[in-house]
């Protein structure tokens, strides 16, 4: 059983790496995972100790952090994939990846740069809004990407403007900034 915590006010890498560790040992937890940017914990931990979990967790948090509240997420939340097609400048995403796991409603957000991939956990009651907010904030980034969206298909569209080749013979094509969402299931 997946469950997230959230820790308002966990600004120390240190302490989260420390918590997250502590956490990890707790009996019934097979998995922790901390995303310090977005201030949360997912744990997998077994059925029978998902009751008593949570009070430990508060209990190891305010050993080493006293002033960070610990409250558990608990909002049904999907999970999308935006295909960032084009994408390959590692400080662009990094600003994607920031600005987007600062919206509300989003539980986290990782852009791989390889893989030219978005990939947000979100509340199903945000996730409207926060594909337009998405959107806005990949074209103030990267300026020239079209936006198509789709909850179950994968599209493709070309356009000629994707492609530019220099006034040289030498073509410089590049298939260019094109954002694309690539389904998504539930979380």
């Known amino acids: 059983m997946e469950k997230v915590f959230l820790f308002q006010g966990l600004d120390c ?7 997250e560790r502590e956490v990890g040992e707790l009996d019934g937890v097979h998995t922790s995972v901390m995303n310090l940017m977005q201030q949360t914990l997912t744990i997998d931990v077994d059925a029978p100790s998902s009751a008593s979990v949570a009070k430990h967790i508060e209990t190891i948090v305010h050993i080493h952090e006293p002033h960070v509240q610990v409250s558990e997420k608990t909002a049904l939340a999907i999970t999308k994939t935006y ?6 400048c590692p400080n662009c995403s990094a600003k994607i990846e920031k600005e987007v796991g600062h919206l509300d409603g989003v539980n986290s957000s990782a852009v791989n740069l390889m893989k030219q991939t978005l990939t947000i956990c979100v509340d199903v009651s945000s996730a409207d809004i926060v594909a337009k907010q998405i959107e806005a ?29 220099s006034a040289s013979s030498t073509p410089s094509c590049i298939a260019r900034n094109w954002v694309q969402s690539v389904g998504c299931c539930w979380g």
């Not at 890498?13 to 918590?19: D, F, G, K, R, T």
């Not at 020239?144 to 356009?159: C, G, I, Q, Y």
Request: a neutral charge.
């Open 137 to 165: 904030i990949v074209y103030s980034h990267e300026p020239e990407p079209s936006w198509l969206r789709s909850p179950v298909s994968m599209f493709t569209k070309w356009h000629p403007s994707y492609f530019c080749c």
């Open 83 to 88: 295909l960032l097609k084009g994408l390959d």
């Open 13 to 19: 890498p240190h302490c989260a790496a420390v918590i």
